[in-house]
């Protein structure tokens, strides 16, 4: 999907969505540059990590970016090893907190 509206409106109509990420994307219905600068694409994971503004959407640090990855991560281990584990840390970053708890992506 790259329709950055389409996207936009699929995480706003999600029934469980966080409130704070809700109440973002609210604030931000009809504003073009700021839907696009959320949602043109994914957070990459780089060298340095996942690394990205605190905000909802894609190209966002939060809750379901974060669960995204991990589950990415779980499904590369477990297809290359029998036994996987893996240590995770999360975002000590005040706006961050609870985000260790598991959250399903839009």
């Given at each position: 999907?790259?329709?950055?509206?389409?996207?936009?409106?699929?995480?706003?109509?999600?029934?469980?969505?966080?409130?704070?990420?809700?109440?973002?994307?609210?604030?931000?219905?009809?504003?073009?540059?700021?839907?696009?600068?959320?949602?043109?694409?994914?957070?990459?994971?780089?060298?340095?990590?996942?690394?990205?503004?605190?905000?909802?959407?894609?190209?966002?640090?939060?809750?379901?970016?974060?669960?995204?990855?991990?589950?990415?991560?779980?499904?590369?281990?477990?297809?290359?090893?029998?036994?996987?584990?893996?240590?995770?840390?999360y975002d000590?970053?005040?706006?961050?907190?609870?985000?260790?708890?598991?959250?399903?992506?839009?």
């Amino acid at each position: 999907m790259n329709n950055t509206n389409d996207l936009y409106n699929r995480w706003l109509a999600q029934p469980d969505l966080d409130d704070a990420v809700k109440a973002e994307l609210v604030s931000i219905a009809g504003d073009s540059d700021a839907v696009t600068d959320r949602f043109y694409r994914d957070l990459e994971f780089g060298t340095g990590g996942l690394r990205g503004v605190i905000g909802a959407g894609s190209n966002r640090m939060n809750v379901y970016t974060v669960a995204r990855a991990s589950q990415g991560l779980a499904d590369y281990l477990n297809r290359r090893f029998s036994a996987p584990s893996a240590v995770i840390g999360y975002d000590s970053r005040p706006a961050q907190k609870g985000s260790h708890r598991p959250r399903q992506p839009p």
